[in-house]
């Protein structure tokens, strides 16, 4: 799978610098310096000015309209109307990964205060669990650019004041802009979710219908184990470093985390099916889908993974009917 526009195939742990990582799905990308590690200057997808003053400038007005809505919102996270999401946020935070990133108490209050205020500003859906593991990814990204070593075991509160102010602002637009594609997936009943995995067992029927006999014989639902992979984007079942590799590709895609998520959703259940079609019980084969062994995965298993996904996409994207049986 190509990973950038321009052709730079690095990942964010190698090009932090390259306007087509992750920091591209912001209102704009959030530049820091002149033209990226591969050569292009102009930002993808058209979310900032071209113009470069104006991008800055752009830029600071986003940050600024951020800490309003703390300074609007957040003091109301006690009120009667609120305190039932601000508790579900507090109880959910710890419960993500990386621990020893997420537990610090820096990181544990600005995680708080960007749900916080997407959940207040989206009464449509509120907060629902699951949008908190999409604000880590971007996190890492961004504070990456101000260090050497590895994010995980880095003490952010030891970063400048200006500089998390930054992380925290350009994180929650981040998370806001990729929200806004898959909104759906959030409100009541979560609909856009319901209709992802039965386009999903669609698809699998299509392309492994041996896998997918092989789940219907013992009564396995896809529900049962791909709610997740479509609530949390795969980020439960992939290290953080393929999350921020996988991402990095959806940027590049048009409606990459709401349509193209399905073809590598489909590509990663058939990815197993040696395992899959060795378990003989329903509680042997929901424990396999739910612990998939990827701890060792990096960069070459999440291509090889993208590049079956594509394979699948021409196969069948533009003809929906192809996935219907």
Same mark, same amino acid.
């Given at each position: 799978g190509v990973v950038c526009p321009n052709g730079c195939h690095d990942s964010v742990a190698t090009a932090p610098g390259c306007r087509s990582t992750l920091d591209s799905v912001s209102w704009g990308d959030v530049p820091r310096g002149g033209a990226d590690a591969c050569g292009s200057s102009s930002p993808p997808q058209g979310y900032l000015p071209a113009n470069t003053e104006r991008r800055e400038s752009t830029l600071q007005r986003k940050r600024q309209e951020y800490f309003g809505f703390i300074e609007q919102y957040y003091d109301s996270r006690n009120d009667e109307h609120h305190q039932d999401t601000y508790?579900?946020?507090c109880i959910d935070i710890p419960r993500m990964s990386p621990e020893s990133l997420v537990l610090q108490p820096k990181v544990t209050e600005i995680f708080e205060r960007i749900l916080f205020i997407w959940a207040i500003r989206h009464p449509a859906s509120g907060y629902v669990q699951g949008i908190n593991d999409l604000v880590t990814p971007f996190f890492v990204v961004y504070v990456f650019e101000y260090i050497e070593e590895e994010v995980e075991n880095f003490d952010v509160s030891s970063l400048q004041e200006e500089a998390l102010r930054n992380i925290e602002a350009d994180s929650f637009w981040c998370m806001s802009k990729l929200l806004d594609g898959i909104q759906d997936n959030y409100t009541f009943a979560q609909p856009g979710i319901q209709r992802k995995v039965k386009a999903l067992e669609e698809l699998v029927s299509r392309i492994d219908e041996t896998v997918h006999r092989? &789940? !219907?014989q013992y $009564?396995? #639902?896809?529900? !049962?184990?791909?709610?997740?992979? &479509?609530n949390n984007l795969l980020m439960r079942e992939l290290p953080l470093r393929c999350t921020i590799r996988l991402w990095d590709t959806y940027q590049a895609e048009p409606e990459g985390f709401s349509h193209f998520?399905?073809?590598?959703c489909a590509a990663f259940l058939v990815r197993w099916r040696k $395992?899959?079609? #060795? #378990?003989?019980?329903? !509680?042997?084969? &929901?424990?396999l889908l739910q612990n998939l062994p990827t701890m060792h995965?990096?960069?070459e298993e999440v291509s090889v993974l993208l590049a079956e996904a594509y394979r699948l996409k021409f196969a069948f994207a533009d003809a929906p009917n192809h996935y219907k049986r």
């Open positions: 508790r579900q946020i092989h &789940m !219907q $009564e396995v #639902e896809y529900l !049962q184990f791909a709610f997740r992979w &479509m998520h399905l073809y590598v $395992e899959i079609l #060795e #378990e003989r019980d329903f !509680q042997g084969l &929901m424990i995965w990096g960069n």
